[in-house]
């Protein structure tokens, strides 16, 4: 009885999880192909947490868990904001704000041949994709999405970039659009990249209007919808 | 080698053209205005001779003790005041445990000469016994989180701390008259120090040109601007230090127009402080 209640995924998801919690049973679950997002690690058959967090599941068959820190811990698919350190042979070292530096392969861009390589000066800020991150070794990173196009990957010019919590920049990327975004959009015209990282970047025509967004998007990190509101409408009468 | 490099906090090229292009007209990143003092949170503990200061995201802990030792041999009748500094790597990644860096000796070096070159703490009533036995007064400051502008949060978390701080009252007897007795703070009230003035420590920021200058900058200015410079004024308008780091020159009238900025400024710090201490006094008599 008590095993049937561990196995049964409702039981655990959208409920906290602490590490070592036992939250799903592949044993009672054949003929199933389950895909396995960050904080989660199989032993044999038992899937546990590695991490706190709120154990999240989508349909139809990924399960991860979700939290707020300050470090990242990279996982498969990410989109993240790195910054470049060091530009070596066959790699770039970007820095994603992870317990290690990220490599990306110098032909890891669309079209990318040995002589096309591109030069970026070391602080460059990338929008970049996770393509490998495994234990023990640094993460892969890429420039292009799945299929090898540029998509919205690359470099990021201009504009200003600033570090929250990785909870908040899942946040600001969750649909329906996070309220904070919603009413800054409504009033002021800018362009944002949010890594998962819990890096944000902004930019917009001028100086004050990239101020007064980032200075909001920091502020609602503990703020509820409605409170969001009334900041951001508080800040906008002040720069009108 | 990698793992310094990922504990190295560093800033993007975008940062650091927009911090520039901004100031150009007049804004900071965290919508202050150039000459705008961020706002000073300070926690007093329980105990006596501690304190705690929040600038931002900069946070300091100031803790003050004291110690009966023979006073040094050239000023026998002065107790002693010293100070150190303790760069947690929790505050910042780029602070090395063990050594102190050239950062945590030149806060320190700032904050000690603010204070004695000024003779804000009066040396002399410290002393018990000439040549013998006087108070060796240790301010430890503790960074505990690395917002930018440590130099005036540490210097506010000194101050803050010596005017809290209460020492053992003593008195001379036995036979000859030359025994100390330190009564213990049931006995005797215990006697808060001599401080005449309290010395406020002031950072500014240089960016490209001296044209642009700006007050208390935060962790991002300080990795773009050329230069700065600290004067410790207190609130009377008297100047007790200056101390000009990094490389950029600076002309007289800048350094004119810093001195009145931060006697400006200096006045409404000297008010928290004492406001924080009274506060905490009143607490503690009921």
Known sequence: ?240 | MEGRLANSWRLTVNDKNFIKTALLSEIRIDGRKPFEYLLIIMVIYREDGSSEVQLGQTRVMGMVTAQLVQPYRDRPKEGILSIFTEFSPMADPSFEPGRPGELAVELGRIVDRGLRESRAVDTESLCILAGKFVWAIRIDLHILDNGGNLVDAANIAALAALLTFRRPECSLGGEDGQEVIVHPPEIREPLPLTVHHLPIAISFGFFSNESILVIDPTHNEEAVMGGRMTTTVNANGDICAIQKSGGEGVPQRVIMQCLQLATSKAAGITKQIKDAVRLFSSKIVF
Request: aromatic fraction near 6%; proline fraction near 5%.
């Open chain 1, 1 to 240: 009885m008590e095993n049937k209640q561990s196995s049964s995924p409702a039981s655990f998801v959208d409920s906290t999880v602490v590490p070592g919690d036992v939250v799903l049973d592949l044993s009672s679950m054949t003929n199933q192909t389950i895909k396995l997002g960050g904080g989660l690690r199989q032993d044999c058959d038992a899937i546990s947490a590695m991490k706190a967090g709120t154990l999240r599941f989508s349909k139809p068959n990924k399960y991860w868990i979700e939290s707020s820190q300050k470090r990242y811990v990279p996982c498969v698919e990410d989109t993240i904001l790195g910054i470049v350190v060091d530009s070596k042979a066959d790699n770039f070292l970007i820095d994603i704000k992870g317990p290690a530096m990220g490599f990306l392969p110098v032909l890891a861009f669309e079209g990318g041949t040995r002589r096309n390589i591109p030069k970026f000066e070391v602080g460059t800020l990338l929008y970049l994709r996770v393509v490998k991150a495994n234990f023990g070794m640094n993460p892969e990173l890429s420039c292009t999405d799945a299929s090898g196009k540029a998509a919205e990957f690359g470099p990021l010019k201009d504009g200003y970039m600033f570090e929250t919590s990785t909870g908040l920049s899942r946040k600001l990327l969750s649909s329906p659009t996070c309220p904070v975004l919603e009413a800054l959009g409504k009033r002021l015209s800018f362009e944002i990249a949010v890594g998962l990282n819990g890096r944000v970047w902004v930019n917009a025509a001028s100086p004050d209007t990239i101020v007064v967004v980032a200075n909001a998007i920091m502020n609602s990190e503990c703020l509820s919808g409605a409170q969001q509101i009334i900041m951001v409408n508080h800040l906008l009468k002040n720069i009108q």
